[in-house]
């Protein structure tokens, strides 16, 4: 968020400012648009209402933008986050953990069709053996871990590689684990029905290919971890990666 707004009369000064988002409907989207309705600011999916929220731009314009000054702020996810922090100026004007139980959110999580599931368990089973291996050497790799992800980060986009100031300060929010937080997943009685892009509940398919996909994970752990603790094995989902602070 730009600092003279954040240290001004916030959030009501964000009436007839532009924000952003990464895209229309997906979780950093939704969530924006919940929050700014719990300050009764309104928004609409057309770009209209008293907050305008540009969710076509995309991450990478948006930072452009935020350093131009044409828009207020954004909320994005890491490392967007803190490039809009360190090389936009900007500041974190509000902490996405206070919003959730325990200050921890899912901001990536692995899902599969339940065709896959159903059709081709062996291809999860390998992409699940697969996460567990990546979830497990970050964390027994912290100090070598970031610069690694970096570098496959850069690679594989063809995108340069973070600042490191970014990189470190994005790390910061962040963890790796086995355990999605499966409840912050479903819909709460605090999101407002406006931001619910389906304006129905979840449906059967989509739970038992969680319930589905949590006993194959833990198949995998026990194999590729026999020597862990049944503490440490006692997971519910799949791996996912955790926003610590929030946008």
Same mark, same amino acid.
């Given at each position: 968020?730009? #600092?003279? $707004?954040?240290?001004?009369?916030?959030?009501?000064?964000? %009436? !007839?400012?532009?924000?952003?988002? /990464?895209?229309?409907?997906?979780?950093?989207? $939704?969530?924006?648009?919940?929050?700014?309705?719990?300050?009764?600011?309104?928004?609409?999916?057309?770009?209209?209402?008293?907050?305008?929220? =540009?969710?076509?731009? !995309?991450?990478?314009?948006?930072?452009?933008?935020?350093? +131009?000054?044409?828009?207020?702020?954004?909320?994005? /996810?890491?490392?967007?986050?803190?490039?809009?922090?360190?090389?936009? #100026? !900007?500041?974190?004007?509000? =902490?996405? %953990?206070?919003?959730?139980?325990? !200050?921890?959110?899912?901001?990536?999580?692995?899902?599969?069709?339940?065709? &896959?599931?159903?059709?081709?368990? *062996? $291809?999860?089973?390998?992409?699940?053996?697969? &996460?567990?291996?990546?979830?497990?050497?970050?964390?027994?790799?912290?100090?070598?871990?970031?610069?690694?992800?970096?570098?496959?980060?850069? @690679?594989?986009?063809?995108? #340069? &590689?973070?600042?490191?100031?970014?990189?470190?300060? @994005?790390?910061?929010?962040?963890?790796?684990? &086995?355990?999605?937080?499966?409840?912050?997943?479903?819909?709460?009685?605090?999101?407002?029905?406006?931001?619910?892009?389906?304006?129905?509940?979840?449906?059967?398919?989509?739970?038992?290919?969680?319930?589905?996909?949590?006993?194959?994970?833990?198949?995998?752990?026990?194999?590729? %971890? /026999?020597?862990?603790? @049944?503490?440490?094995?006692?997971?519910?989902? +799949?791996?996912?990666?955790? *926003?610590?602070?929030?946008?």
């Amino acid at each position: 968020m730009s #600092k003279t $707004i954040a240290d001004g009369n916030f959030p009501a000064d964000l %009436a !007839g400012k532009t924000l952003s988002s /990464p895209q229309l409907g997906n979780t950093q989207d $939704i969530a924006l648009r919940a929050w700014l309705a719990t300050k009764g600011l309104a928004t609409n999916i057309n770009g209209g209402g008293q907050v305008t929220i =540009d969710s076509s731009s !995309g991450n990478s314009v948006s930072l452009q933008n935020f350093e +131009a000054g044409k828009i207020a702020g954004g909320w994005v /996810p890491e490392p967007y986050e803190s490039e809009f922090i360190i090389q936009g #100026k !900007g500041t974190l004007a509000v =902490d996405e %953990a206070s919003l959730w139980p325990n !200050g921890q959110f899912p901001t990536t999580v692995l899902v599969v069709t339940q065709n &896959l599931l159903e059709n081709h368990p *062996d $291809i999860v089973r390998d992409l699940l053996k697969g &996460l567990v291996q990546s979830v497990n050497w970050i964390n027994a790799n912290e100090s070598t871990a970031p610069a690694a992800v970096n570098a496959a980060l850069a @690679a594989s986009t063809g995108g #340069k &590689l973070l600042k490191s100031a970014v990189l470190a300060l @994005a790390w910061t929010h962040l963890s790796f684990a &086995l355990d999605p937080l499966q409840l912050t997943c479903r819909p709460t009685p605090t999101t407002p029905r406006s931001w619910d892009s389906t304006r129905r509940p979840p449906s059967r398919g989509s739970s038992i290919s969680c319930r589905s996909t949590q006993s194959s994970l833990r198949q995998v752990i026990r194999r590729s %971890a /026999p020597d862990r603790s @049944a503490d440490e094995r006692r997971v519910r989902a +799949a791996p996912r990666s955790t *926003d610590r602070r929030g946008r």
